[in-house]
Each structure stands twice: as C-alpha cells, then as structure tokens.
C-alpha cells in the first residue's frame, strides 16, 4: 500500500488529493482473425457485450457504480451498425480488423489513427474531470491478438503467452497457438517499431487503450491497468513512449499466462490476484479501491508520533564484562 500512495504521489506531485472524477474506458472492436477458431464465442458477441454495457448490466456497470466511477464506452471498429445514444462513442475505424493470420490486420495509418483516437478520449474527458483511469475492453478474438503482441514484445514464444481466453476446449488451445505462429511468420512484426506491431498482430481496441495510457500520461493522471488485453496495450504504450510506464499501476493478474509476461517485462506488481477473466475493465475498477485506500492510509492515518504512541524498545543484546 505504501509503494502504491508513493507511486501516486510522485504521478500527481502533490501530497494532499482526492479521487473525483474515476473513468473507466471501455473500448470494442472485432477482429478477423476470429476466422480461424480461435475463440469460444462468435464475433456477434462483440456488439451484444456493447449493447449490455449501454444498458448498465454487464460487470464493468455494477463495479463502476460501487466504485463510483462512470464508463465510458467506445465503438473502436465493431462490426454493427451502432446508432449515436448517451454512454456510447462511436469512432469506429472500420467494422472489424483483417485476419492476420493471412496478412496485417490493419495498416499502419489505420494504427496510428487508432493511437490517436484514444488520446483524444482522455482530452475530451478532460474537460467533464478526469483523475483517475481504468483501462477496459471487449472484441471477441482479442485474447489471440494480445498473445501475438506479447510473444513479440516479450520474445517469449507463442506456447508460452496463450491460454484459454474465453474458455476454448484445451484441444482447441493448439489451434490457436499455430495460428499466432503463423501471424508471426507471415507479417514479420517488428518488435522494436510499436506502431508495427499493433497494425501487423494487433487490434482497433488495443491501439485505441494504448492512446488512451499515453494520453493519460501526457497530463500526469494515474492509469490503472486492466488484464491481458489492456496490458498488451500497456506494452504498445511503453514501445511508443518508455516513460509512460511510470504513470501504470498494474489493476490485478489474470488467468492468462500472457499476462505474467508482460508483468514481468513492465515491471509492474498487480495488486490483486483473484484469476479474473472477465476484461471489460472490471479488474481495473476493483484495483482502484486498492489504490484509494492506500492514498486515504498515507494521507490520513496517524503516526506514531502523533497518536503519542511510545516508540520500539532497543532490542540490542547487551555485552556481558568480565
């Protein structure tokens, strides 16, 4: 807890604050590498999840409204015709990314544009107050693009970064391994160029959170990073900028063997470990009342000097003369 309130208090330069404006970023897209089986569920799961969290019924809702933070919702590149409503933004760049088992899943323009776009969400969150950000997703098949961008970042192989994702039959496991092999073989992702990597093996949700870490940073706001998914975005953000790890606090560890990884890489310690699967934000929003609490710790609990509480006995072993 102390390493945490020390952690934020450099961010914020300040000793005294309070949390007011907590915003969860919730961005979705679909992506075409789902054609190749490697997810448990069909892409037309994507825009139902988006429609339920505009409902206020999906997890992220009901740990945001405990928390007392608001969800921001975003169409990154979802394949349905969404109509503009309250609690959505749509900045869709196109309705899905390529399958990038067979060649880019975007091009770079369509990268940069997707970094761009989520540090524009946090300027434009700026002006309602923003202090403190979760970082949250939805896209069926993203599992599979944050394991490619790990075993690239990382150089770990691809048997050692992909797990179940949303819960594939472990003979399906294989399937989706060969499939990140031959993403790797066929576009060649630079692991030194961050843009590469994201329009070679990534996703529109990825680029966009990525943006949306470096943003958050830009203006010297705490980000409290979600699981696999949003920390493959973490390691996109570190590749364009190295300082921007210095604003991350790792939300929890998920069940994705990916994620230790990329934990590892960034040198960020979760705070939680519950073996959470769910994304959407929901590890980040609970994180967030670590992270509160540890402030509220530093800033309010007495010491010993001032609750008169009488200091440690001089333990030192007293030398017997002759």
Known sequence: LEDVAI?????????KFQFKHKVIFTLAADHGVTQEGVSAYQSEVTPQMVLNFLRGGAGINVLSRHEGARVVVVDMG?????????????????????????????TRQEAILSVEIGIKLVEEELEKGLDLVGTGEMGIGNTTA???????????????????????????LQ???????????????NPNDAIDVLAKVGGFEIGGLAGVILGAASHKIP????????????LIANGLSSNARQYMIAGHRSAE????????????????????????????????????????????????GEAQVSEKVDMTPVKNEI
Do not use: W
């Open 146 to 172: 944050a394991s490619a961008i790990t075993s690239v970042m990382t150089g770990k192989s691809a048997e050692q970064v992909t797990g179940l994702g949303t819960g594939i039959a472990l003979e399906a």
């Open 7 to 15: 952690r934020i208090c450099a961010i914020l330069q300040k000793e």
């Open 257 to 304: 063997p990916g994620h230790d990884a990329i934990l590892h890489y960034l040198g960020l310690s979760p705070l939680l470990d519950l073996r959470m699967r769910l994304g959407e934000g929901t590890g980040a929003c609970l994180a967030m009342h670590i992270v509160e609490a540890a402030c509220k710790i530093y800033m309010e609990m007495a010491t010993f």
């Open 175 to 189: 399937n989706k391994v060969n499939t990140i092999q031959k993403a790797l073989a066929v576009n060649t992702p």
């Open 78 to 106: 979802v394949n349905y015709p969404f109509t503009p409503q309250e609690g959505l933004k749509i900045r869709n760049i196109r309705k899905g990314s390529s399958n990038f088992a067979t060649g880019p899943a975007m």
């Open 223 to 234: 980000v409290v990073i979600d699981g696999f998914i949003s920390s493959s975005a973490a």
